[in-house]
Nanobody, 123 residues
Framework: QVQLVESGGGLVQAGGSLRLSCAAS????????LGWFRQAPGKEREFVAA????????YYADSVKGRFTISRDNAKNTVYLQMNSLKPEDTAVYYC????????????????WGQGTQVTVSS
């Protein structure tokens, strides 16, 4: 069993920064690939970023490349999403999830999900 708990969301002005955290429990964390997704009201859940189990490879949606950075701390069982130069269109509920399938960007290839944390970017 894997449990994921996100935190760090909030209200920020455009151009600002936030760092999201995802605390994971479960013995499979160190060998898991993890990702971040987001869902805005009325829209489908979309891929944001992910990294391979070894941490050697990272993947980003085109919309966040150069602005967001995903990282992990195995000792703390925590994955982070550093978000800089935030835009109003980044407003969404952000989720972390564990990857089990072959796709990095398809939500259906992730099995465990956190409850989400709200990020609101004002213009």
């Amino acid at each position: 069993q894997v449990q994921l708990v996100e935190s760090g969301g909030g209200l920020v002005q455009a151009g600002g920064s936030l760092r999201l955290s995802c605390a994971a429990s479960g013995r499979t964390f160190s060998s898991s690939a993890l990702g971040w997704f987001r869902q805005a009201p009325g829209k489908e859940r979309e891929f944001v970023a992910a990294f391979s189990w070894s941490g050697g490879y990272t993947y980003y949606a085109d919309s966040v490349k150069g602005r967001f950075t995903i990282s992990r701390d195995n000792a703390k069982n925590t994955v982070y999403l550093q978000m800089n130069s935030l835009k109003p269109e980044d407003t969404a509920v952000y989720y972390c999830a564990r990857r089990r399938g072959s796709s990095w960007s398809a939500p259906e290839d992730y099995d465990y999900w956190g409850q989400g944390t709200q990020v609101t970017v004002s213009s």
